[in-house]
């Protein structure tokens, strides 16, 4: 089976942050078989696209094109489609499958389906929100882009609970070809968590956005380091929210509690989950796409071993919680309460790790992709009939 990808990429720094979909592709070149050749643009519409090839001997970079405009959004946008679309057609390239990961890049590969040079269509829905722009022309352009991409995608790869349920109302009589799709580790590949004597580490990974609520986490941290003098809280990540923690941390005298680990590979930073004890989420409401979003970092965290002290805010606390895996709060003295509570019940802590590798278990990405997979190549030969 040979594959194209286009995507729109986050970088933490210099790394590539990692998705579901990056997940899938490892997967499939490690069985082989399988090629993949993947359209890269920066999700901030800025620098140069990527295009990389995926098979069983690793990822290979091919080259990176500035393809401009990154003054004007919508300019780009138009700029982006067109490569792609020129990428596969001038370069004479035929895939069996496209896996287009938003709704503007769907559109790219609806157009080369039209055209034959792609046979199946798969949408992966890594992001939606009911009301995406404060302006009301742009939202019913996003609204209609999107009840497109689900139109005519053959397969929509849901990334969170919430999604799944969202996608097949709006598809309606045609909600079967959507599929539970979270961004979750493979559960057997995931580092676990050893029993420590010294169990008052609280770690944060990811991409540090500025949209997080960093100074509750902090205060907490403040709070707690009278009653636990040796209470850690590990940060890995790099972003814009860097300094805002720098500063909070400075303003607060909290140094000797903090680490700032910076950006990881994936690997890294699941080695440095496993060799912590808590695992820690503070997204808000403020941003409207958490409703939705599917949470990598509590995913991570559980797969691990951790239990999880979280805002309510995503679809994946909620679920967690109700797994017995996931403390919420609402405020400051609800995460210190959920903190406090783990460190100081061994018998809770041991059952709500416990419940959190069974959970990661459950949603294991190796038999989702098994299951993925195994619908892809029987819609593939149902072409050929």
């Not at 979003?293 to 991570?300: E, G, P, T, V």
């Amino acid at each position: 089976m040979k594959a194209l990808a286009i995507v729109h990429r986050v970088y933490i720094g210099r790394l590539i942050k990692p998705g579901g979909l990056d997940r899938f592709f490892s997967f499939l070149g490690e069985k082989g078989g399988y090629e993949i050749v993947t359209i890269e643009h920066p999700l901030d519409l800025r620098g140069e696209t990527v295009l990389r090839r995926i098979t069983k001997d690793g990822i290979v970079k091919d080259r990176a094109v500035d393809i401009g405009f990154s003054f004007f959004g919508p300019l780009r946008l138009t700029a982006e489609l067109l490569f792609n679309i020129y990428e596969v057609v001038f370069g004479k390239k035929r895939f069996d499958v496209a896996f287009c990961a938003d709704p503007f890049n769907l559109f790219s590969g609806h157009i080369l389906k039209r055209m034959g040079f792609v046979r199946l269509l798969v949408f992966h829905s890594a992001d939606y929100s009911d009301r995406r722009f404060g302006n009301a022309v742009l939202n019913r352009i996003y609204q209609s882009l999107y009840r497109k991409a689900l139109k005519n995608a053959d397969v929509v790869f849901a990334v969170s609970i919430r999604m799944f349920q969202r996608c097949r109302e709006l598809l309606g009589k045609d909600a079967d070809k959507v599929i539970f799709f979270p961004n979750a580790p493979r559960f057997a590949k995931t580092p676990k968590r050893q029993t420590r004597k010294q169990a008052n580490t609280v770690i944060l990974a990811g991409h540090l956005i500025r949209d997080l609520d960093y100074r509750i986490v902090l205060e907490a941290i403040a709070d707690l380091k009278a009653r636990y003098p040796r209470i850690l809280l590990k940060i890995v990540g790099e972003g814009e929210g860097a300094g805002i923690i720098g500063s909070l941390v400075e303003k607060m005298d909290i140094r000797e509690n903090v680490i700032l680990a910076g950006a990881l590979s994936q690997e890294e930073a699941l080695r440095e989950i496993s060799q912590s004890d808590i695992g820690l989420t503070c997204y808000t409401d403020g941003v409207t796409w958490n409703f939705y979003r599917d949470s990598i970092k509590i995913r991570d965290y559980a797969a691990c071993g951790l239990p999880v002290v979280s805002d309510n805010t995503t679809s994946t606390a909620l679920d967690a919680h109700q797994h017995g895996c996931c403390l919420l709060y609402e405020n400051k003295e609800g995460l210190k309460r959920g903190i406090s509570t783990l460190l100081d019940n061994k018998d809770f802590y041991d059952k709500t790790s416990e419940n959190a590798l069974a959970w990661a278990r459950k949603n294991d990405s190796e038999t989702i992709f098994e299951r993925s997979l195994a619908l892809i190549l029987n819609k593939l030969e149902s072409l050929r009939t």
